[in-house]
């Protein structure tokens, strides 16, 4: 998937990247700025790396700049922060690739419960076991 990138650091409403991923890997990151400098060279980059993303609310003092921010190394030993621009679908896929949606963090909560259940139940069914004979 392409994802377009914005700078956090000049906040000027530029484009000046676009990321292709896959999964939870940053596979190429291609420079659409010529004027952009990232540590020193051009953000052109095909070092595969993992992410990391932040989801912001409307209480955070750069959401009206975007929603999502992504960390990622873009050369070795350099980590590079900046806006995601997406559209409703990337969005979405986003959320379920990284669990945020209350559904997927309920599964957890229903795994626990079940199995407090079944140690109870084999404790239950062990006593009256013992009890029968």
């Excluded at 990247?17 to 990232?38: F, G, M, N, Q, Y």
């Excluded at 060279?41 to 993303?53: A, E, H, I, K, V």
């Excluded at 969005?91 to 599964?107: N, S």
């Amino acid at each position: 998937m392409k994802l377009k990138l914005k700078d956090r650091k000049h906040k000027n409403g530029k484009t000046i990247a676009e990321i292709i991923i896959k999964d939870k890997d940053v596979v190429r990151t291609k420079s659409l700025d010529s004027e952009t400098i990232v540590n020193g060279r051009s953000p052109d980059s095909d070092f595969r790396t993992s992410f990391s993303l932040e989801f912001i609310d409307s209480y955070h003092p750069d959401y009206k700049y975007g929603d999502i921010i992504i960390e990622y190394l873009i050369f070795p030993g350099t980590k590079y922060s900046a806006f995601v621009l997406t559209n409703f679908f990337q969005k979405v896929y986003l959320k379920i690739l990284f669990e945020q949606y209350a559904i997927q963090r309920l599964k957890g909560v229903l795994r626990f419960a079940w199995e407090v259940f079944a140690v109870f139940f084999a404790a239950f069914v062990a006593w009256y076991i013992s009890k029968c004979s």
